[in-house]
């Protein structure tokens, strides 16, 4: 066995991670969920869009709502539902959001890229940037989980990736009805970019309106950025 294997053995050993879903104590090598929750997640996942019938991670329809603000492809990997054959996909945003687990990130990133890469030409000639966490948020959980998620993708792709969007957003989303959210989603660039002629994909953790991403689009467009993607590891809105 080889020195790093080893090592590797040991700090998995040390960290006792647990299956994301049934809490389950997870065997070398798994990432995130155990074999028993993986295997209802992979039958869960492999559902259809109900607009072009083709499996979601491999579907790349926005709605009316994101291509008004400019976001022509909406990428996802599973829907995101309140029932119990959803849970593994759930509980694995929550644990994205709070845990700062590497194997987390690691099987969310496994599924973005694949999702990314069965809709979008050249990845690595992309711009990634991510929805901004509130900044709260960010002191209670020491993260920001998109911002980890789309720097990794971009990593993957040998893609660029920019910190562009802070958040100024004073309460949590989740807390708000549709035409609140997108009041309450204020977002403003921290860098003086140029991105003319730019494609740029937006990262999120998961797209529940769409009132975070359309307005993180708006301002990305005004910096000449000529086609904006959205990815997300689930949707919560309804396709039609
Ligand atoms: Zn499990
Ligand atoms: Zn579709």
């Given at each position: 066995?080889?020195?790093?294997?080893?090592?590797?053995?040991?700090?998995?050993?040390?960290?006792?991670?647990?299956?994301?879903?049934?809490?389950?104590?997870?065997?070398?090598?798994?990432?995130?969920?155990?074999?028993?929750?993986?295997?209802?997640?992979?039958?869960?996942?492999?559902?259809?869009?109900?607009?072009?019938?083709?499996?979601?991670?491999?579907?790349?329809?926005?709605n009316e709502f994101?291509?008004?603000?400019?976001v022509r492809r909406?990428?996802?990997?599973?829907?995101?539902?309140?029932?119990?054959?959803?849970?593994?996909?759930?509980?694995?945003?929550?644990?994205?959001?709070?845990?700062?687990?590497?194997?987390?990130?690691?099987?969310?990133?496994?599924?973005?890229?694949?999702?990314?890469?069965?809709?979008?030409?050249?990845?690595?000639?992309?711009?990634?940037?991510?929805?901004?966490?509130?900044?709260?948020?960010?002191?209670?959980?020491?993260?920001?989980?998109?911002?980890?998620?789309?720097k990794e993708v971009?990593?993957?792709?040998?893609?660029?990736?920019?910190?562009?969007?802070?958040?100024?957003?004073?309460?949590?989303?989740?807390?708000?009805?549709?035409?609140?959210?997108?009041?309450?989603?204020?977002?403003?660039?921290?860098?003086?970019?140029?991105?003319?002629?730019?494609?740029?994909?937006?990262?999120?953790?998961?797209?529940?309106?769409?009132?975070?991403?359309?307005?993180?689009?708006?301002?990305?467009?005004?910096?000449?950025?000529?086609?904006?993607?959205?990815?997300?590891?689930?949707?919560?809105?309804?396709?039609?």
């Open positions: 066995m080889k020195i790093k294997e080893l090592m590797d053995r040991v700090l998995f050993a040390l960290s006792v991670p647990k299956c994301t879903c049934c809490k389950s104590k997870l065997d070398y090598g798994q990432k995130a969920l155990c074999l028993k929750c993986s295997s209802v997640f992979e039958d869960f996942k492999s559902r259809n869009c109900s607009l072009c019938a083709k499996p979601l991670d491999k579907c790349s329809c926005s994101l291509r008004a603000h400019y909406v990428i996802k990997c599973y829907r995101y539902l309140d029932r119990k054959e959803a849970s593994a996909g759930n509980t694995l945003i929550y644990s994205l959001k709070r845990d700062n687990r590497q194997d987390v990130l690691d099987a969310c990133a496994d599924l973005l890229c694949k999702a990314i890469s069965n809709s979008v030409d050249n990845p690595a000639d992309c711009v990634f940037i991510n929805v901004p966490r509130r900044k709260s948020a960010i002191v209670k959980y020491g993260i920001d989980q998109s911002a980890l998620l789309a971009a990593k993957r792709f040998g893609a660029r990736y920019i910190p562009l969007l802070a958040s100024k957003a004073k309460l949590a989303q989740k807390s708000l009805e549709t035409a609140d959210r997108f009041k309450n989603a204020q977002f403003y660039i921290t860098k003086n970019i140029d991105l003319t002629g730019k494609r740029v994909i937006i990262v999120d953790d998961i797209i529940t309106t769409g009132a975070s991403v359309g307005k993180a689009a708006a301002l990305v467009r005004s910096l000449g950025c000529k086609d904006i993607t959205a990815a997300a590891l689930a949707i919560a809105y309804k396709d039609s």
